[in-house]
């Protein structure tokens, strides 16, 4: 009597079990063709930004870029950008009556909509390095 839950016989060189019943498949296997399961790519959350996400930060202009792992361009956009837009639309603004100031949900909108296009730094650490004690 063994106690313990390997198979007790070997599979066949080239060949791999059904993840859900088991069955003996071809090891480039795409279903089994004993129950439904299917090879699907499998692509993790682990490492990728939402583009969503990113824009909603964005309503703090800079946010979504740091999120993004575009970490100065997101400081120059908090901290540079976004101060001097607001002073100048401010400084537009007695000169137009006030109507400069409909420029900064340009602004806004602009960089929401660059934080949707720009592409992710933002990944899975090369190396697992483990705990470090």
Known sequence: MEY???????APANTMPCPLC??????DAVE??????TRAERETAEGKASDAFAVLLSIIPGLGH??????????LLMFVATPMAVGLALLAATATAGFAVLLLPLYWLGV???VYGIEDRVGPPNKDEGEEY
């Open 22 to 27: 088991g069955h003996s498949l071809p090891k």
């Open 112 to 114: 929401m909509f660059h």
């Open 66 to 75: 740091i999120y993004k792992g575009h970490k100065l361009i997101g400081m």
């Open 32 to 37: 089994c063709d004993h129950c439904d399961w």
């Open 4 to 10: 313990t839950d390997a198979p007790s016989t070997q």
